[in-house]
């Protein structure tokens, strides 16, 4: 076939995918470039093997730190998937929430936050308060609300969409307990330990009963073990959250990193050891 056949050239943005779950990030980024470039230069930049390689492509530089070059992969992914896809997609809707992430990391709150409400206020208009997309966008927002410490209102957010989610999905779909989850983490920062242990108890409960990403289990521990620090002092809570500091330790489990960043973040709060970032 050749080496700028449509056919190899997914096979190589494939193969990218596999490095990527591999944390592999490295061998990642190349192998989504060389897949965009090619299938850019073999069938344009419409297509949405390109566009799902581009994309990749910033996710894969976001994971090595490289952000300045990230941001800039995703700003023309989301151009580009707007032009050809349309602004209301899911995929350039995934694309807009993952330079929010982004933005995060590089403690640019205020326009990840910008970014997020357009994107949340632009996708409730077309496609409705309770459309899937709606959702993870609220989901997106409460968090980056939670993180830049606009508490109250990520509490309010988060407790819609957990409502939401219990009504439409069922308490224990993977939807709800992830809500769940950033719900008490918000209560937990504002010194909230009684209904956040409430809650993560339930989505413990869960985790263990179903099946989700093996990381959900030990961060809802890690989080459940600072409610019980904090309501009750250490004891139990640290031996909890460094039972579960030491799972989430592990490299070949893909936590997000935001997610790591919260339980370390716990761990420090309440002089409890745990490892250090770059250990991850």
């Not at 995929?91 to 409400?117: D, H, K, V």
């Not at 990403?213 to 904090?230: F, I, Q, R, V």
Request: hydrophobic content about 35%; charged content about 25%; aromatic content about 6%.
């Amino acid at each position: 076939l050749g080496p700028l056949h449509p056919d190899t050239l997914n096979s190589v943005s494939n193969l990218g995918n596999i490095r990527q779950n591999q944390s592999r990030h490295e061998e990642a980024a190349a192998l989504y470039k060389r897949a965009y470039e090619g299938l850019n230069q073999v069938v344009g930049n419409r297509s949405r093997d390109t566009l799902t390689s581009l994309s990749n492509y910033a996710n894969a530089l976001r994971a090595l730190r490289r952000y300045e070059e990230s941001e800039a992969v995703y700003l023309k992914s989301i151009e580009l998937k707007k032009a050809a896809l349309g602004p209301a997609h899911g995929e350039t809707l995934r694309t807009q929430l993952s330079l929010c992430t982004l933005y995060r990391y590089m403690n640019r709150f205020s326009e990840a936050e910008a970014q997020c409400r357009d994107t949340y206020e632009e996708r409730k208009a077309q496609a409705g308060p309770e459309h899937p997309s709606v959702l993870m966008t609220a989901q997106s927002l409460g968090d980056l609300l939670a993180d830049g410490g606009k508490l109250a209102e990520a509490e309010r957010v988060l407790s819609d969409l957990v409502q939401t989610y219990t009504r439409t999905q069922g308490a224990e779909s993977n939807q709800t307990l992830t809500a769940k989850t950033s719900l008490a983490w918000c209560l937990i920062r504002q010194r909230q330990y009684g209904p956040a242990r409430e809650i993560l108890q339930e989505v413990r409960a869960a985790r263990l009963a179903g099946k989700a990403p093996k990381w959900t289990l030990p961060y809802s521990e890690a989080m459940l073990g600072a409610a019980l620090a904090g309501q009750e002092g250490k004891g139990e809570g640290e031996q909890m959250m460094n039972r579960a500091l030491d799972q989430l330790r592990v490299k070949s489990l893909p936590i997000p990193r935001e997610a790591w960043l919260r339980a370390v973040l716990l761990a420090n709060e309440f002089h409890i050891s745990y490892p250090a970032l770059q250990d991850r």
